[in-house]
């Protein structure tokens, strides 16, 4: 399992749109580190943390 996500991945895994992930990482519900000018990963364990917090949410 990768350590690291690509916004690619995580367009897949929230089935969301770029523009979204970018509002995503402005609001700072995700944590981007840019590994080069153009490269922009995320850890995996923010985005199953997210995944978990976003699951709670849905069942209050």
Same mark, same amino acid.
């Given at each position: 399992? &990768? $350590?690291?996500? %690509?916004? @690619?991945?995580?367009?897949? +895994?929230?089935?969301? /749109?770029? /523009? %979204? ?9 995700? @944590?981007?580190?840019?590994? /080069? ?12 943390? +997210?995944?978990? /917090? @976003?699951? &709670?949410?849905?069942? $209050?």
């Amino acid at each position: 399992m &990768k $350590e690291f996500l %690509t916004r @690619k991945d995580i367009m897949e +895994l929230f089935n969301i /749109s770029r /523009s %979204t992930v970018i509002r995503m990482e402005k609001r700072g519900e995700l @944590k981007p580190i840019r590994i /080069s000018p153009r490269k922009i990963v995320y850890r995996r364990e923010d985005i199953e943390e +997210l995944l978990q /917090s @976003k699951m &709670k949410g849905a069942k $209050e």
